[in-house]
């Protein structure tokens, strides 16, 4: 009856108790990357390459592995195996001298022919073995040390095609090694036929019903027992090519003496022979150089030129640089095996949010098979943004008292005392212990006071909704790039769209990009705009486009917001042409004042957001400001994300008294209620 056989494998699935992969800090590295003009694809393995915070990333591991394989390479040599030969050998005949001279019963011509014998060794230590194959040793010790050698061999070129046949074979007996030419000959036998496509499963079965103890990898097929073979022989063959000359010609030589006959040496070189036929895409060619004092025998050695060539591969897959490669591709098991547990599981992590990213919503493949942001990651990523504008502003409160309630007012969560006319709802909890308070101070508690007065009353604060319709306007011109404003730019962009999407749906956004031209973008198109050399700053176009989208909301307030690091160069001929001129050409400066009128005309609040420190743009920017009754702000480029949020703000309060200087209003109120503290929308 068949052996049934238990195949156990290493636990992939990492920590069934972990808490699920968080994507938030990935996904703010990818789409700052895909501001600065990465694809989403590019981005993400980016990240996967250099980690997180506290993620380990395919680089560290990377580099981890290029240790190891240096740490292989230093520490050993590959004289082992012949060392130990010739010290095996050198005792011997040391104890061999010694026999001959103290045994008085030996004839002493045969004593005097064996040391002659003896002393015309050849210097070569693999000649010196075979020479004495058909000497008769006089001393048992120098006997055994001889015997030792050839067991010695034997194990040693078993060990290096069958992983621990060393250990296995220590102290075997004559029956152990029929067992094992047994084996060899059945294999290669299998080998033949499945190479020339005659085998059965039946074929392998049967094998290795016979010879499955000398596989504790249990193979599945004969495919399976290919591979494993190949790749040891492969490394077998490598080690041999990393050997001097010198090296290998005596290992050659002595390996005719394993187990005393040559049958061993020639059923391996079969095998070999087979394996090479069967897997020519394995290294068969390779070598490596040991530099180190430790030395290593035969097998010993097999296996670290295999822990180098799964190093090897380990590199590759860590790289990620071939096409179509995923984290699925790294072998978690080899990983461990060469740098522990603790790789693995950064490994595993990086593979799950790997395919979080893939599989979360956030990454879509577009009609040519790129890699796109979806909107749901534009919505988050700008959550991230304006809770980040939430933090910045929270100390910077302004303050303003705003007594106007209706129908589209929401509650501000501030209250005040009610005055004759509210029509704003009470503050209940408020009101109730403004009236305990009051009877404790009266002295008239319990039943003989009363319960609320009216000076006890206070009433919810509202904020008043008002439509806006906004423009966006910003510079996309190449000196936005060259002076670093380009990422900062498109994350204002995507907070304030995030904002209006999330808090302000009535409110009626269009963004904007100018440089030779100018352009309506939705909000993916702009945070994936690449930078172009092109010259221009087309801000005449800018607000021709601006205008009419204002012209298609007349009841909505028109909101300006315009960011530049420039004087406009550029303006739109009657014809459609664009006319560049620098420095900025009268007329150009006249279509753009023209057109800043008519936007001031139609009622827009208008907000210029100067980038840079230059004397002339600060001059002209302030004058085209005071044209149309508009503001000038100078942020920093960390501030300009925040600027704008408070502009917009600003600008949709019909409280004249809002600040608008140096404060953020009662928007922010230090709580920053337009987002709250996990970035979801109230």
Request: no cysteine; net charge negative.
């Given at each position: 009856m068949a052996r049934t056989r238990t195949r156990f494998r290493r636990y992939n699935g990492g920590d069934p108790l972990a808490p699920p992969v968080d994507i938030a800090e990935a996904l703010d590295a990818i789409g700052e990357?895909?501001?600065?003009?990465?694809?989403?694809?590019?981005?993400?393995?980016?990240?996967?390459?250099?980690?997180?915070?506290?993620?380990?990333?395919?680089?560290?591991?990377?580099?981890?592995?290029?240790?190891?394989?240096?740490?292989?390479?230093?520490?050993?040599?590959?004289?082992?195996?012949?060392?130990?030969?010739?010290?095996?050998?050198?005792?011997?005949?040391?104890?061999?001298?010694?026999?001959?001279?103290?045994?008085?019963?030996?004839?002493?011509?045969?004593?005097?022919?064996?040391?002659?014998?003896?002393?015309?060794?050849?210097?070569?230590?693999?000649a010196a073995v075979s020479e004495l194959s058909d000497y008769s040793w006089q001393s048992p010790q120098a006997r055994a040390d001889y015997d030792t050698i050839k067991d010695l061999l034997g194990r040693e070129l078993l060990d290096q095609r069958f992983k621990g046949m060393k250990q296995a074979m220590e102290n075997a007996t004559d029956e152990d090694r029929a067992a094992i030419n047994e084996m060899l000959t059945d294999l290669n036998e299998l080998l033949e036929k499945h190479r020339r496509g005659e085998d059965t499963p039946q074929d392998f079965a049967d094998f290795m019903d016979t010879h499955g103890d000398f596989f504790p990898e249990n193979p599945k097929n004969v495919d399976e027992l290919v591979d494993s073979l190949a790749q040891r022989s492969a490394a077998a063959q490598r080690m041999l090519n990393s050997m001097s000359p010198e090296q290998r010609e005596e290992l050659m030589q002595l390996s005719a003496q394993a187990f005393g006959t040559p049958q061993l040496m020639q059923s391996l070189a079969q095998l070999d022979s087979t394996l090479q036929m069967m897997r020519p895409g394995e290294n068969w060619r390779g070598s490596e150089r040991f530099d180190g004092q430790a030395e290593l025998g035969l097998g010993d050695g097999t296996g670290v030129l295999q822990d180098v060539a799964d190093l090897d591969e380990l590199t590759e897959q860590l790289s990620q640089a071939y096409r179509g490669a995923r984290m699925d591709d790294v072998?978690?098991?080899?990983?461990?095996?060469?740098?522990?547990?603790?790789?693995?599981?950064?490994?595993?992590t990086l593979r799950e949010l790997e395919k979080a990213l893939r599989e979360s919503g956030t990454l879509r493949r577009d009609s040519s098979g790129q890699l796109k942001l979806t909107p749901k990651a534009m919505r988050q990523l700008g959550t991230v943004l304006l809770r980040d504008i939430a933090k910045r502003t929270s100390g910077r409160a302004g303050q303003r008292d705003l007594r106007q309630a209706g129908a589209a007012g929401e509650s501000s969560g501030a209250s005040r005392a009610w005055e004759f006319g509210d029509t704003e709802p009470w503050d209940i909890p408020r009101t109730l212990l403004n009236g305990v308070l009051r009877r404790v101070s009266e002295g008239t508690g319990g039943e003989a006071g009363r319960l609320i007065a009216?000076?006890?009353?206070e009433v919810a604060e509202t904020e008043a909704r008002t439509q806006a319709v906004v423009a966006l306007l910003v510079d996309t011109s190449f000196s936005m790039e060259l002076d670093g404003r380009w990422v900062p730019m498109k994350r204002t962009a995507l907070a304030l769209h995030t904002l209006i999407r999330q808090r302000f749906r009535d409110d009626h956004l269009q963004l904007i990009g100018f440089g030779r031209l100018a352009e309506v973008m939705d909000i993916e198109q702009l945070t994936a705009l690449d930078a172009v050399w092109a010259k221009g700053t087309n801000l005449h176009h800018a607000l021709l486009l601006a205008n009419r989208h204002f012209r298609r909301h007349p009841t909505a307030q028109p909101v300006l917001l315009i960011v530049t690091d420039g004087e406009p160069t550029s303006h739109l001929e009657p014809d459609g042409t664009v006319s560049f001129s620098y420095p900025p050409h009268p007329v150009t400066i006249a279509h753009t004042l023209r057109e800043l009128d008519n936007s001031g005309?139609?009622?827009?609040q208008t907000t210029f957001f100067r980038l840079g420190s230059d004397p002339g743009l600060a001059r002209f920017v302030d004058s085209m400001a005071r044209r149309v009754s508009g503001r000038v702000v100078a942020p920093d480029l960390d501030d300009l994300g925040a600027a704008v949020v408070r502009s917009y703000l600003g600008s949709r309060s019909s409280d004249p008294t809002f600040d608008t200087g140096s404060g953020y209003g009662g928007w922010f109120g230090g709580r920053g209620f337009w987002v709250d503290d996990e970035g979801s929308r109230r």
């Open positions: 990357s895909v501001m600065a003009g990465s694809s989403p694809e590019r981005a993400m393995n980016e990240f996967l390459r250099r980690g997180g915070r506290k993620q380990t990333g395919l680089d560290d591991l990377a580099r981890k592995v290029a240790e190891r394989r240096r740490e292989l390479l230093r520490r050993h040599n590959l004289d082992g195996t012949l060392n130990q030969v010739r010290q095996l050998l050198d005792h011997a005949l040391v104890e061999e001298g010694k026999q001959l001279v103290r045994d008085a019963a030996l004839d002493d011509d045969e004593r005097a022919f064996a040391q002659m014998r003896l002393e015309s060794l050849p210097a070569s230590t693999a072998d978690l098991d080899a990983l461990a095996r060469q740098l522990g547990d603790e790789a693995v599981v950064a490994a595993h009216v000076d006890d009353i005309r139609l009622g827009a």
